[in-house]
Structures are given as C-alpha cells and as structure tokens.
Antibody
Framework: QVQLHQWGAGLLQPSETLSLTCAVS????????WSWVRQSPGKGLEWIGE???????HFNPSLKSRITLSIDTSKNQFSLNLRSLTAADTAVYYC????????WGQGTPVTVSS | QSVLTQPPSASGTPGQRVTISCSGS????????VNWYQQVPGTAPRLVIY???QRPSGVPDRFSGSKSGTSASLAISGLQSEDEADYFC???????????FGTGTRVTVL
C-alpha cells in the first residue's frame, strides 16, 4: 500500500519561506512525478508543481518564481520550498503521487500571519 | 484557482442515484482524461475515478464516470451514508502544463 507522509512548519510570518517534505513508502519511487497541491477556501485546489526522480520539474507559472522543488531518491523523499510568503499562501498543502495525484499525503495546514 | 465548473451541491436519499457534472474547455477536459476525487472534510482527497471511467482497486462499483466533449460526469448509484463528502474533478490542462481542478460538489445523503 502506497503511503505519503508529509511534515513541515504550519505557522509562518509574511516574507518567510515555507518548507515541506514528503516521504513515500510502500511502492516504487522512480517512474513517477511527485506533486504538490494546495487547497484554500477562496481558491479551491491549486496545482503547485511536480518533480520526478531525475530532477525534472514543472511549475504553476503563477508560483514559479517563488518555488524550489527537490528530491532525495536515497530516502524516497521530495520537498517544497515556497519563498516570500503572504497571507494569500494560507492553505492546506498536500503532496501527491503522479501528475494528477492517485495517492495523497495527509495534508499540512499552513497559516501565514504576523 | 478552480478552472473546472461543478454544481456546489447535490443530494439524495439512501439508495438513490446522484450525478455530478464537471464542465471545462478544449485545453483540459476536451483533450485530456478526467479524474474524480472524494474528500471527507478534514482529510485528504481520495481517488475514486481515473482516466474518465476507471475505478481504482477498492472503490465500489456504485461509482462510475463518463466524459463527452468538454464535460464529464460522476454518478453514484445506490447512495449510502458513507458517500457524504465533497467531490472534485480534475484534468490536465495543456495551457497550464499541469492539472486543474473543479470547484467541488458537496454531496449530502438525506
């Protein structure tokens, strides 16, 4: 059974950087893209970006300038950094397997507030 | 930003059939396959339909999907109380080069 477990700080101040990591267990790590998606009451579900085991990345153009995605194939983990946070980045952040997401992490609520 | 349009709510009594629509455009549903997700509030989305009509292992055959042109539908037949949740559609978008999601439909079992 594929499982994704994610973690990271949930309360941040404006201008800070969000850092989240997602660990994958129970399945192959190579051969997939690994994605980040966020969900907020105002914007609904929004794709952030994806990375594969070779380090190839694709980003949502609206967030591209603030995102760094990385992957550690030795640990079956991948990570998201989102810089220059504002209140508009407040959301629940999910990691997921694949371009469209067939398995999802449990979600991390992130609040950006001073 | 939700690009795919869904009705905000749908409801039915136990045993009834409920259908949810998802409307997109030629750059997403019109040229790519559709997934459907079930989300109980406070939990992560769960895939219930992929590639327009395929059911992942473990999803009851009460769930079915279809697609026509730039629209897709999810049907839940023999509605059960455990089906009460939010449902989202998703499709890859050729303009975004990533997936776009529906606005979500809250299904209530009366």
């Amino acid at each position: 059974q594929v499982q994704l477990h994610q973690w990271g700080a949930g309360l941040l101040q404006p201008s800070e950087t969000l850092s989240l990591t997602c660990a994958v267990s129970g399945g192959f790590f190579t051969g997939y893209f690994w994605s980040w998606v966020r969900q907020s009451p105002g914007k609904g579900l929004e794709w952030i970006g994806e990375i594969n085991h070779g380090g190839t990345t694709h980003f949502n153009p609206s967030l591209k300038s603030r995102i760094t995605l990385s992957i550690d194939t030795s640990k079956n983990q991948f990570s998201l950094n989102l810089r220059s946070l504002t209140a508009a980045d407040t959301a629940v952040y999910y990691c997921a397997r694949g371009h469209m997401g067939d398995y999802w992490g449990q979600g991390t609520p992130v609040t950006v507030s001073s | 930003q939700s690009v795919l349009t869904q009705p905000p709510s749908a409801s039915g009594t136990p045993g009834q059939r409920v259908t949810i629509s998802c409307s997109g455009s030629s750059s997403n549903i019109g040229s790519n396959t559709v997934n459907w997700y079930q989300q109980v509030p406070g939990t992560a989305p769960r895939l219930v339909i992929y590639s327009n009509y395929q059911r992942p292992s473990g999803v009851p055959d009460r769930f079915s999907g279809s697609k026509s042109g730039t629209s897709a539908s999810l049907a839940i037949s023999g509605l059960q109380s455990e089906d009460e949740a939010d449902y989202f559609c998703a499709a890859s978008d050729d303009t975004l080069n990533g997936p776009v999601f529906g606005t979500g439909t809250r299904v209530t079992v009366l």
